[in-house]
């Protein structure tokens, strides 16, 4: 069973820098992408970065430039640089990831989320 275990959020003001980590156990199925989603109170979940198999990455246009995706197969980890940080960056970060179940299929995964707060 795959598990995402996501660290290094917190409170930071604006302009700082935050690292974020997520670690996988379990089968992840390093051919498809691994990506970060963020969910502000009272918003949609949404998209900020994600990379693929060769490292060819895609950002949301609000942290282009700010954010750095990058991933690690030999630790089985992604990372979420981020810098120049705005109080509009609030929220939940989640990683994402597809790996293998219990029953031999690929599922869609996510981890428990953790908390980014830019104060201004």
């Known amino acids: 069973q795959v598990q995402l275990v996501e660290s290094g959020g917190g409170l930071v003001q604006a302009g700082g820098s935050l690292r974020l980590s997520c670690a996988a156990s379990?089968?992840?199925?390093?051919?498809?992408?691994m990506a970060w989603y963020r969910q502000a109170p009272g918003k949609q979940r949404e998209l900020v970065a994600r990379i693929n198999s060769a490292g060819s990455t895609n950002y949301a246009d609000s942290v282009k430039g700010r954010f750095t995706i990058s991933r690690d197969f030999a630790r089985n980890t992604l990372y979420l640089q981020m810098s120049s940080l705005k109080p509009e960056d609030t929220a939940v970060y989640y990683c994402?990831?597809?790996?293998?179940?219990?029953?031999?299929?690929?599922?869609?995964?996510w981890g428990q989320g953790t908390q980014v707060t830019v104060s201004s």
């Open positions: 379990g089968k992840i199925f390093n051919s498809r992408p």
């Open positions: 994402n990831a597809f790996g293998l179940s219990r029953w031999s299929t690929e599922n869609e995964y």
